[in-house]
């Protein structure tokens, strides 16, 4: 079976996460979550209090990050480290998701992860989903799926995830915080959030993750299989 790329783009707490990790594991494919490689630049930033409007500093502090993904076996997931430091739960608090959109915009972070992330996919047989995968990171990807939810079903998966870890939140909490991230998202100058011309749609605002699943399986096995006769010919 030719391996591919799967490139996941979308909004906020869409569910492309929750996805990409279930095509990896179906397919035996890596999954790489870019969002959790900017949020854990937002983290340094803010725990190393570097003024991200000030180049110099961010050139500095990005010399001194180093982002990687361990498999746990207990969560049956990739979990994202920090200098060594696992940060999968720190890195999903409210502090760091009020603060990254600000950082992702900044040219010299995308320039560094995005080359990062063109590395990891190098030899394909890669899921990630971000904001610019289909676009900036693999243009080339043989699938591209751009998700996106009603705004009030957003809220209140992010809400309901954030109970679970014990946030203390309010529902207006969570729906300014993700306005606010999709206004940057899709007009930063650097790599916005758009659906690439080749992209799939993928709403899942009716879907169950069974059903979207299914979806995206079906679409990854057409391209497999027009990628393995493309080889053939």
């Known amino acids: 079976m030719k391996d591919i790329i799967v490139a996941i783009d979308g909004y906020s707490s869409c569910g492309k996460s929750t996805l990409a990790r279930?095509?990896?594991a179906k397919y035996h494919y890596a999954y790489v979550d870019s969002g959790a490689m900017y949020r854990a630049v937002t983290l340094y930033?803010?725990?190393n209090d570097v003024d991200w409007a000030n180049e110099n500093q961010v050139l500095q502090a990005l010399?001194?990050?180093s982002i990687s993904f361990k498999f746990n076996p207990e969560t049956d997931t990739n979990e994202t480290y920090l200098n060594g430091l696992n940060v999968e739960y720190a890195i999903r608090d409210m502090?760091?998701?009020?603060?990254?959109?600000?950082v992702s915009k900044i040219k010299a972070v995308r320039v560094a992860l995005v080359q990062f992330q063109q590395d990891m996919g190098e030899h394909r047989g890669i899921v990630m989903d971000g904001r610019d995968i289909g676009t900036v990171v693999f243009p080339d990807a043989e699938l591209k799926l751009f998700m996106t939810a009603d705004i009030a079903i957003r809220v209140q998966r992010r809400y309901q995830e954030l109970l679970a870890k014990g946030e203390s939140i309010t529902i207006e909490q969570v729906t300014e915080n993700l306005r606010h991230r999709?206004?940057?998202?899709?007009?930063r100058e650097e790599s916005p959030l758009r659906q690439a011309k080749d992209a799939l749609v993928l709403d899942n605002t009716?879907?169950?993750?069974?059903e979207q699943l299914a979806l995206a399986s079906k679409w990854v096995e057409e391209r497999i299989a027009a990628k393995q006769q493309e080889i053939e010919w």
């Open 22 to 24: 279930a095509l990896a």
């Open 45 to 47: 930033f803010l725990n």
């Open 63 to 65: 010399d001194h990050i």
């Open 95 to 102: 502090r760091v998701s009020a603060k990254v959109s600000e």
């Open 182 to 187: 999709d206004q940057i998202d899709t007009t």
């Open 206 to 210: 009716n879907f169950t993750q069974e």
